[in-house]
Every structure is written in structure tokens, then in C-alpha cells.
């Protein structure tokens, strides 16, 4: 019976186009074992309108400085920064975020028309002064407002204490970096061939494609790569494409 009641739940609340997607997700779980969500993704892409024509679980390769711009609030985007606490490390300037249930689909809005730059994020100036000016991760923008975020009684990476946290952190942006610039860049399935494409695509540096081709940086995914890649000019980094603008696929 609980399977009944949570199918008319869905009918009742989202009508019977999302109660036969819910369906259809239940039995190809069923059928298509581990990472189902993102193999019946796959498969209704290829069938269904509202998703690109590209294979959608291929990362691609770009430039790093073709990076420039964050992807921005709008009423199409999952996220944006009014739903975060106001304290939250990444809730600075404007910026909006696709999440991994729409990737793959084509969306329209001004999510793409975009001013706030990849080099103005307190991220990126942060891990600059850490690794070209030598200043503590402690003292950069990031690493207080990451302290602040702690220190009112947060965790963060399994953290609660900021000291352990700034610490940690400093140790993996320093060999992050260090490896890149001793063996170049990496994708996630060179790192991890044992994991699932699901899984690497989804660690990637994830990007959105706008109505002109612009690649936008969509928050949360990748910080720490892409600017030190920027940092140390490498000729290309793997990203993974979230959403494409509709009218870039025209």
C-alpha cells in the first residue's frame, strides 16, 4: 500500500506527467542496477525533447581562461543565493547554480547573461594570494569568511574546528597544485578509472553553455582546479556541461 499512497501523492501534487517519470525511474531502477537515476536520464535524453542532442555524461575539453564568467541567478536556474545562509563560504556576489537533476536539458532565461567574472570570486583571489603571494589561507577573503562559517557552531568537510579546517584545507590547495604543475592536468576518469562515468563526469569542473557558446562556471563544483589551472595557464581542462542555453541549440 505505500507504494500506492506515494504514487497518488505524486498524481495529486505533480500531475500524471510526474507520476509516469517517477514510474519509469522505479522500474529502470530496478532493471539497470547501480547509477539507474543517470542511465534513465541518459536513455529518456535521446528519446525525449528538452535536452541537448550532445551525448550528455561526455565531458568535453576547453581552455581555462574561456572560464570567465559565473552563471547568475534567474527563475530558471535550481539555486541562487538567497536560498543559502547568508553565511555560507560560497555566498558571495551573484551567482546561480544548475544542480545534477537538470543536466543534460536545454533551458532558456538570462541565467548566461553574466557580469560577475571567475577572477572576482573570493575563491579564486583567495587561493592566488595563498599560492603566488604566499599569504595564509587564514588572511584571504575566503579563509575568514570559511573561519567566520565555522566558528558560529557550523561544519565544513567534516570540520568544526577552523583551525583543523584552514589547516586541511591549505595541505590539499598546496598538492593540488603541486600536481598540476608537475604532471598537468588531470580529468577525474585518469585519476579514478575504477569509478563509474556517473560519478567522474559529476566531479568534473561543471560548466553551463550560454545562448552565444559562452562557458559559464557553475557554482560550487571545482573551484580549487579551475583557478589554479588559470594560475598556471594549461592548455585545456576537462568540464563537465550541466545545462546548454535553448537557444544555443537551435
Not at 532493471?31 to 541537448?52: E, H, M, P, Q, V
Not at 589547516?167 to 576518469?189: A, C, F, H, T, V
Not at 552565444?212 to 573551484?223: A, R, V, Y
Request: charged share 30%.
Amino acid at each position: 500500500m505505500s507504494k500506492i499512497h506515494t504514487a497518488w501523492g505524486i498524481f495529486r501534487e505533480d500531475g500524471i506527467v510526474e507520476l509516469l517519470d517517477s514510474t519509469s525511474q522505479f522500474f529502470c531502477h530496478k532493471a539497470l542496477g547501480d547509477n539507474s537515476r543517470w542511465k534513465y536520464i541518459d536513455i529518456k535524453s535521446k528519446i525525449s525533447s528538452g535536452y541537448t542532442d550532445s551525448p550528455i555524461f561526455d565531458p568535453i575539453e576547453v581552455k581555462p581562461e574561456d572560464v570567465k564568467y559565473v552563471t547568475v541567478p534567474d527563475s530558471n536556474v535550481d539555486k541562487t543565493n538567497d536560498q543559502w545562509d547568508p553565511k555560507f563560504v560560497h555566498n558571495t556576489l551573484s551567482r546561480g547554480m544548475f544542480s545534477k537533476k537538470s543536466v543534460g536539458k536545454l533551458k532558456e532565461g538570462d541565467w548566461d547573461r553574466s557580469d560577475t567574472r571567475v577572477d572576482e570570486l573570493p575563491e579564486y583571489k583567495s587561493i592566488k594570494e595563498f599560492i603566488i603571494d604566499d599569504t595564509p589561507l587564514k588572511e584571504t577573503p575566503f579563509g575568514e569568511r570559511c573561519i567566520d562559517y565555522i566558528s558560529a557552531g557550523n561544519e565544513r568537510r567534516g570540520h568544526t574546528e577552523p583551525e583543523d579546517y584552514i589547516e586541511n584545507r591549505e595541505e590539499k590547495i598546496y598538492n593540488l597544485y603541486k600536481s598540476m604543475k608537475d604532471q598537468g592536468y588531470k580529468s577525474q576518469n585518469e585519476l579514478n578509472p575504477q569509478r563509474s562515468k556517473y560519478d567522474n563526469f559529476f566531479d568534473e569542473i561543471r560548466v553551463n553553455i550560454g545562448r552565444n557558446g559562452q562557458i559559464l562556471f557553475n557554482h560550487t563544483q571545482g573551484h580549487h582546479r579551475l583557478t589554479i589551472a588559470k594560475l598556471l595557464d594549461v592548455d585545456s581542462i576537462t568540464v563537465s556541461v550541466i545545462v546548454r542555453h535553448r537557444n544555443w541549440e537551435r
